[in-house]
């Protein structure tokens, strides 16, 4: 049983923080360098400061990005930059974007909750991809710092009625808390429900729920072991601790504005790479399309080949694949009867997956990438928006892309219904939920309000 229940969240003060686009910032994973310095740049108060802190020469044990960030979270509710609500609260948001693949203007309805923390083998909270152990213990770090969650884990829940959204309805009317349009042009509003009858009702309904973890698996991994430690140093004494929850922002898996990219790989380097012999070992499982281009053709080509990238794609696993210098772009098509090539110890439906056609019979099989390697973000980098990915490339800035077409909703439901994990960057789901809208501070002696259902 799902336990989604308000809480008394932290926010920029509204009145003396009146630009938010300033304040806020994407999740910290993908703050580039040049990111998070325009961050710092833009306003004192970014919440850059905290989650994406800079290192110095000379950092300790007791003065470094997490101590610093535990004394800023402080002194900005000192100073009441930030202010905690009176009542427990959901946060009911709209996000309206500009689709990247169609281009139309669609609108993504959710709420920000606390949500139990469950445990591994839970079939109420189901992650779907796996981590890095780094990006773990850096959370966590942060996490004890400060004594609070800082970002919400993104996450999804099935409800094809609509019916939770409805009971909302009514309220994306009124005049929100607050409303911005971020540097990227979505346009946000957060309205906080404190109604005990919406509140009940929400927490009901979603109890029945299972929920999928969109994005911040470490995120939420890092809330759990955070509980760990707190329930070895208070005890197990109630489930409505705070520590027992983590924050969540949900949204309904058919809601027409949610999106999902595809994570490209590029690889800084590979030492005496030959295409036409990289394409003659592929032709062992895959069919091979070629696209030429010229100086002049370039742009009008690029679009054929990412056509036929998803054409192909609607109904089999194909890749993508350019190397700087070249003058062709290709499509590799999986063969029938390839999959059975991935491995026994893959699952039925794991095999479904490109990422792990891709991984396994180009990365390991062809080129020799050892699982280690694959792991390394010195040696790939992963990029959702295609055409920066394609352009880096071209420029040199990188040796070659593989590009993926989006993982699909079902299969992500399939392989999480199947209590199991896809490989990582297996999904981008667009656009991430910004940080610095609500924060959910930690204290171990105070109770949650959990809703009569």
Known sequence: MAVVAPFRGITYNFDKITDIAR?????????????QENCYQEDPYNVVRLILGKKKIGDSDWDNRYTRAADLFKRWESE????????????????????????????????????????????????HEKTFSFHREDRLKLMRACNAQLSPVFSLYEDEGNVIAGISEKLKDSPPTVSFRDRDGCYYKMWEINSGSILSDIASRMSSKSIVIADGHHRYESARNFRNLMRARYGV?????????????LTNIADKGLAILPY?????????????KFLSSARKWFDILK??????????????????????????????FYH?????????????????????????????LDV???????FQRTLGFTMDDLDDERIIQYESNTNRALSSVLSGDYQMIFLVNPTKIGQILEVTGNSLLMPRK????????????????????????????
């Open 23 to 35: 304040v806020v910032a994407p999740p910290y994973d993908v703050i580039s360098d040049r990111d």
């Open 80 to 127: 009441e930059v930030l202010i905690r609500s009176q009542l427990p609260s959901l946060y009911l948001t709209s996000l309206e974007y500009e689709s990247p693949d169609t281009m139309e203007t669609r609108t993504r309805w959710g709420f920000i909750a606390l949500v139990r923390i469950e445990e591994n083998n839970s079939s109420v909270i189901l992650p």
């Open 237 to 249: 004494h109630h489930s409505g601790r705070t520590y027992e929850h983590v924050m969540m922002y």
């Open 264 to 276: 490209h790989r590029l690889f800084n380097s590979y030492p005496d790479f030959k295409t036409k």
């Open 291 to 320: 696209f030429p281009f010229s100086a002049n053709n370039r742009e009008k080509i690029i679009g054929v080949f990412l056509d036929q990238l998803r054409e192909h794609g609607r109904n089999k696993t194909v890749i993508g």
């Open 324 to 352: 700087s210098g070249s003058r062709n772009y290709y499509v590799l098509c999986l063969k029938p009867g390839a999959r059975q090539d991935l491995g026994d110890d893959l699952h039925p439906s794991l095999k479904k």
């Open 356 to 362: 792990l056609a891709l991984s396994r019979l180009i």
């Open 426 to 453: 297996s999904t981008c789901f667009h656009p991430k939920v910004l940080t610095g809208l609500v924060f959910n501070k930690i204290d171990p002696s105070e109770m949650i309000w959990i809703p009569r259902r």
